[in-house]
């Protein structure tokens, strides 16, 4: 172990960096409750990690966990983690000043890597050295791209003392990188690039090969313009690239150009150039164009460019909901992470939903519900600690106030006492008019916060819709208003077990969830889960496990020929000579080894070893350990590394059928109607010549759905992802989605289909009265046409782009139908259109997206029993079943059967819900509501003085739409439930009145209750209208965080962005383009190519792109590329259109790339968000990011960007085009109310004039396209052949 220089301070970096590559040993305190070790830990440079290693004595270990430098977003001194809270007498054993805590992710919740040095010294070294390398100069490109390199050749676990890979290697290499071209050529390439002609290739030719195929010719030949020789870049070639092509003012700087130039020639050692003349090979000078450097976004923006005098009003400012949150509303974990991950991100409106404490002391959590608490004090410290970090600009604290006088009190001195100087209690200027500047107010805390009008004290807690978020909540809307909810168990109607939902109690419905799945613990997300079996059973889910192998050692040799060459293949097998062993048989320098695995007994247990000093408790165990530590012989030392799989081992499982039909198996599926029930039968599809290929029909979205499984070498595949048996397929998506969300879950055979047929209470599930997902029902699916499709055949439907289609249904092979116009149920491409959600949730779905089921309680029974088998106490409800309900489901229908734990708990639940039908029954819950109603009005405003007193901006009042400009005071301001600010901003006359009060007051916007699951409305048409503080779900990475992500992207990421100059103009409106006195763009994006664009988990990348226009109505727009098949390494498209934009101001650019998979489906790949404004022009990188907008490793598209003045062409033209567009935007508006309301009354009609309409803005846009100079206007797809 190396020793860290004394004194840190006097060391320079690179001696730090030297002793940390070597290692240091530090204690580790786990994220799960387990005692602490003693782990070596090593700072790798080479590959940017840092790496955790198990302290052994063998020659060589591996690693068992890794951190990406480039997902270190914070290194803390210190004890400051749970990790240390929860073992505090092991954290007392160590000096504090010797721990800190690496914060590290990408996502929003992050993980912690919590240790103890050995000595302060040590402790230092590594915060010093973490700080270090985490500067933002240590992530350029080329950097990253060695060190990625360096990662993924360590990751093919190279051998021999010079470290090479063979063949297998290199496939397994190139099947990540996911490209099927270089895959079919692997043999070919390994041959070229073995520059030593060993039959092994180092990590120096490793390095050449991903240089050589990572460039695509197509694309360096878009540039032999630049380039005389076609071979290479000279200085002048470069300068003249970046004046006439990048209009990059930087093109006279000759030592930035020199500079950039030495950065990114890589110089092989087979190539010669004189440093004093700097040139780029055009491979080098494509992966500049690839890298950070070359970013659509202007660098300019990157820092705070605006105006910040203005008064804060003017400024859109980042805001967050329910920060507290990890995840969902109801149940997820609170933590005070959140408040420091929000602010580093830029956050400057953070909110915090304070109650009553146990103790006497205010606590913050999503009042009754299942989220965990957290103590106020804590959290206050916390955003003390990290509000200014990131910006210097206020933070605002919304609070939530449900504490009563006493607690509001204890609240308004930890603020003081926190806070000190920046908390702000007084005006800035008491003779004012309008809000301060962001300038005026840096460094402050300002709290959100009613104020009392006088001085007199009341007693009491503040009436709930006075309680921060008080316009437009009703009864049902949020769970803090809710009789009762909370987790109850409830029988699945498959497997029988009985498993957690989430149950929400109203006046007259009990809701309830999808079955909860297990949160997972930060520890748990590195582990493999084998805690379905019993430890002494983990190995029969291995693949390496083959049981009884017929044949014995000669059968496990012959398995093993394919892995000859593979150091470590291995397989484990019941022993034939000794009854009750093992044998393990595994591979070493292309000879086959055999190792008896014995057995003893030793305190009652059974023991399993090699050698009788090192006992393991079980098979898998002991394999385990074998994967990290070498076997040993007076020979050799080798550690177990490739496993070999079993051959047929889906004979016999319950879910492979050998003889089953389609017909047959839809037939057993459409018994089971709940999503993941599945088999496994022969393909009917004509598969090659001496294979055999297979099928898995499945349920999904209420629907029976197939997919082949294509059969070649042994392997199995489902698209692009490889198996080496149908038992690991099967395997895999039981633990990962194979069709959109669902997992395989139900294994379905005539023996469960014969025990679901006895069962009588099965019918309650799919029983008239209840809200299911899982039911087969006819919703009506519309969409919308992405592009232009002219019918090629009589039974074909012709649109233009933008054009409705209704009716749909969905079909296999890329072929949909669907009504457009007067043609009915007519086939068109699926890839030419996208599916339209409309927004209809309305009572019977209160928990949202998360909903699984409701029954009404209006006239139910309710009874006890104990489930003495299970431990369970169950409360069976009986509703009144409607009265067109049929005789045979009257007959069946048995009830709801709910179970808890502890009967206090049922007993509860039973309360609460008769006496919730007893008020629906009697009407007595209308009148209660009235008499409620009439109660608040007389109720006084009870605010504890000391609360009051600390309040100067940001108090809320009520909203009046007809008293909109004159709300009071300017420092008042109003919040608002988003359902309430859509129907302003979407109404052409209240959204100007809107955006007027909005120059003069605050508003913050609010995500509506049923949103348990955390996601997001669109914030862009709010911002349009004005409202500065559009609070999302931070924790939530969905296309609208991102949308929030890209907005506040300039300005320096302050969390501040002054609002567009055209919205202070007087008369605009948002939703009139006329009033707009903007200057309106045409923007043309060519997608040239990519790279590195790979999916999670298995299989090849098929990827597309989507580009899309969002801003004011009549800007939206959207175009999408062809898909790539199989190469997400380096995809070539060369597509491309023009956008016109209106209002670029106000609009932003998204980039996401989608990955097709076997069904048709698009899946999200990463994504990119711009402000238009802020976009470079020319041959432009657009580095991609992940749901979360953390950047993803080497992920980019190299794009082309021009832009022009729209009215080139002519005025008269342009306006033209504009006029339709409004008046496509607004009828199709209206057509989709038409289709969800009433699809008979008239849309046939409406939908002829929209489709007319967009013939004739067709026709002027192709005119236009014609014109010399322009570019044309993209209007046509690919389309998969019939």
Partial sequence: MSQIPGAVSGADIGTILSALERGTVMVRFPARKRRPEKKLFCLKVDTFEVVQYPLSKGTRTVAEESIDIREIKEVREGISSKDFERLPDEA???????????????????????????????????????????????????????????????????????????????????????????????????????????????????????????????????????????????????????????????????????????????????????????????????NFLFSKQNSVFAEEYAQIYQDMDRPISHYWIASSHNTYLTGNQYSSESSCECYSRALRMGCRCIELDCWEGPDGNPIIYHGRTLTSKIRFIDVIKTIKDHAFVTSEYPVILSIEQHCDIQQQRIMARQFKEVFGDALLTELVDVNAMKLPSPNALKRKIIIKHKKLDGTEETSGNIKPE????????????????????????????????????????????LYFTEQQEKEEDEGDKTETNTETLPSTEQHLKEKWFHGKLAGGRVAAEKLLTDYKDVNGAFLVRESTTFTGDYSLSFVRDGKYNHCRIQTKSEGGKTKFYLIEQTLFDSIYELIMHYKTNPLKSQTFEQVLAEPVPQQNSHLGKAWFHENLSRTEAEEMLKKVRMDGAFLIRPSEQNPKAGQKNYAISFRAEGKVKHCRIEVDGGQYSI??????????????????PLYRRMRLKYAINEDLLKSLGEAESDDVYYHPIYYTFNEEKATPITCKALFDYTAVRPDELSFCKDAMVTNVEKHVGGWWKGDCGNKKQKWFPANHVEEVQLDEVTEDRQLGNLQQGAIDISGCTTEIHHLSSNNLYALKIVPVLKAECTEQEKENHVGLMVAAQSLEEILKWQKAIDEARNKANSHALAQMEKEKERKKDEQKKRIAIEMSDIIAYCRPVPFDENKMNDMGKYYNMCSFVETRVEKIVHNKSLAAQFLVHAHTYLNRVYPKGQRLDSSNYDPVPMWNGGCQMVSLNYQTGDKFMQLNEGKFLQNGKCGYVLMADCMFDAGFNPLDISTQKTNPITLSVQIIGGRHLLRQGRGMTCPLVEVEVIGVEVDYNKYRTST????????????????????????LLRFTVLDEDAFGDANFLGQAVFPVQCLRTGYRSVPLKNAFSEELELCSLLVHLEMRSAVEEGEELYCTIRSLREDITRMSKQFQHMV???????????????????????????????????????????????
């Fill in 1124 to 1147: 790539c098949k199989e190469n997400g390494f380096n995809p070539v498209w060369n597509e491309g259109c023009d956008f016109d934009i209106n209002n670029p101001s106000l609009a």
């Fill in 466 to 509: 006075e309680a921060g978020e008080e316009e437009g909540v009703t009864f049902n809307s949020d769970l803090c208003n809710s009789i009762l909810n909370g987790l109850l168990f409830m029988q699945d109607p498959i497997d029988k077990n009985w498993a957690k939902h989430y149950f929400v109690l109203t006046e007259d419905k």
């Fill in 719 to 736: 698209g692009s992802a490889i198996f080496d048996s149908l038992t690991e397929l099967v395997q895999y998506y039981e633990a990962n």
């Fill in 92 to 286: 007392k054993k160590v000096d504090q000043y010797c721990c800190f805590v690496i914060y590290h992710g990408a996502e929003f919740r992050l993980t912690t890597l919590s240790v103890a040095a050995l000595c302060r010294d040590e402790c230092d070294a590594w915060v010093k050295a973490l700080k270090h390398v985490t500067l933002a100069g240590n992530f350029a490109s080329h950097l990253l791209t060695h060190r990625w390199l360096n990662k993924e050749f360590l990751a093919l676990e190279p051998s021999g003392d010079s470290l090479t890979i063979g063949q297998i290697e290199l496939k397994k290499y190139i099947l990540r990188i996911s490209s099927k071209a270089l895959l079919n050529k692997a043999r070919q390439l390994f041959t070229d690039f073995d520059y030593s002609r060993a039959g092994r290739m180092g990590v120096e030719d490793f390095f050449n090969l991903y240089h050589s195929t990572i460039h695509v010719k197509t694309i360096g030949e878009r540039f032999y313009p630049f380039c005389a020789d076609r071979q290479s870049l000279t200085f002048s070639e470069v300068q003249m690239f970046f004046r006439e092509e990048q209009k990059d003012m930087r093109a006279d700087d000759t030592v930035y150009l020199a500079g950039l130039i030495r950065e990114y020639a890589r110089v092989p050692n087979r190539t010669v150039r004189d440093p004093r003349l700097p040139s780029l090979l055009l491979p080098e000078f494509v």
């Fill in 1236 to 1282: 969800r309301d009433d699809p008979t009354n008239g849309s046939d009609q409406l939908a002829e004039i929209i489709q007319e309409k967009q013939l004739q803005l067709r026709k002027l846009n192709s005119a236009r396209a014609r014109k010399p100079g322009q570019a044309k206007v993209a209007h046509s797809h690919i389309t998969i052949p019939r």
